[in-house]
């Protein structure tokens, strides 16, 4: 299994030159609680750092800034983490825990943007793994019984 068939392809990206009010009005509309922050060199999205809406909330509004005249460059966290499209999501998660993650673009092996995955999305895996591993034991027994009779 590859990270790129777990993220979430429709990614929803602002410039480092948007506001910080425009970056939350994007979350409020598109019902997600972040934006990669992108470069768009050649028309291609390339991850540069990522908003939170608890980045709002902890580097703006709790400090009385002004979200509108503060740009979204100004706030992301640029110390990014990205998984490759073909990675491991099993190093993905132990990357993510290391760092205290909850959210990683997912790029291609140009460094393009792919998606993203979160751990909701990593947690629905382990979930569908979890499952599969407790089919073992039952079909074990029905293979035993029709051997033994």
């Known amino acids: 299994m590859e990270v790129r068939t777990l993220c979430t392809t429709d ?6 030159h948007e506001s910080v009010q425009g970056a939350a009005l994007l979350m ?3 019902h997600v609680g972040d934006v990669v922050v992108v470069d768009e060199p050649d028309g291609e999205r390339t991850p540069i750092g990522i908003v939170t ?4 909330v902890v580097s703006v509004i709790a400090l009385g800034l002004d979200p509108v005249g503060l740009e979204v460059g100004d706030i ?12 491991d999501p099993y190093l993905t998660i132990e990357h993510m825990r290391l760092r ?12 393009n943007l792919a998606g993203i995955v979160s751990a909701d999305d990593l ?27």
């Open 11 to 16: 990614t929803v990206c602002c410039g480092r």
């Open 28 to 30: 409020r509309k598109h």
């Open 53 to 56: 809406d608890r980045d709002i």
């Open 76 to 87: 992301m966290s640029d110390d990014l983490l990205v998984a490759g499209e073909h990675d």
């Open 100 to 111: 205290g993650i909850r959210r990683v673009p997912v790029v291609t092996e140009n460094g």
């Open 123 to 149: 947690l629905v895996f382990l979930a569908e793994e979890m499952e599969e591993l407790s089919r073992i034991s039952p079909y074990q027994q029905q293979h035993e019984r029709r051997a033994r009779q």
